[in-house]
């Protein structure tokens, strides 16, 4: 399935496709291009939108597309909430959870950024391990109770 956002990658935007990647569709194909041109290009290709306004794999009510996604999909677990809450505020003005992590999963991938990558993909091929660890932690955090 084709999933599309916007261009120029950074926390929620690369967090999902993680998620969709690990938890929803593991052959996902993922489209980024400007922001006017989401809904449109979406349209032709029959990709599903994500972390644009107006749609339902968008922020609502305060939450981050990360979030939404978790509920669409029904996705129960917990590290994987843990997660959404770290990724919430890192993305978010707004931090709804206050999760210490937050700063610096918002400071990496601002880093990111700076590395001179161009290319959406090769960020997120780069920028996954990060993910990687991150689920492993909440999982520990879970275990750990």
């Known amino acids: 399935m084709k999933w599309i956002t916007r261009e120029r990658v950074k926390v929620d ?6 998620l969709i990647t690990h938890f929803i569709d593991p052959a ?8 006017e041109r989401v809904l449109t290009v979406a349209d ?3 990709a ?11 922020h609502h009510d305060g939450k981050c597309s990360f979030e939404a996604i978790l ?3 029904r996705l129960d677990d917990p590290a994987l909430h843990l997660l959404a809450q770290i990724v919430h505020g890192a993305d978010v003005a707004a931090d ?11 400071a990496i991938a ?10 959406d ?9 990060v993910y990687d660890a991150l689920y492993a932690y909440c999982r520990q955090q879970m275990r750990a109770g």
């Open 13 to 18: 935007r690369v967090a999902c496709p993680w």
């Open 28 to 35: 996902a194909e993922f489209l980024f291009v400007p922001p």
């Open 44 to 46: 032709r290709e029959r």
């Open 48 to 58: 599903i939108p994500f972390d644009v306004p107006e749609v339902a794999l968008g």
């Open 71 to 73: 509920a669409q999909y």
């Open 96 to 106: 709804l959870y206050g999760r210490p992590e937050a700063p610096g999963l918002r």
């Open 110 to 119: 601002e880093g990111f950024r700076h590395l001179g990558l161009q290319d």
């Open 121 to 129: 993909h090769a960020i997120l091929a780069k920028e996954f391990i």
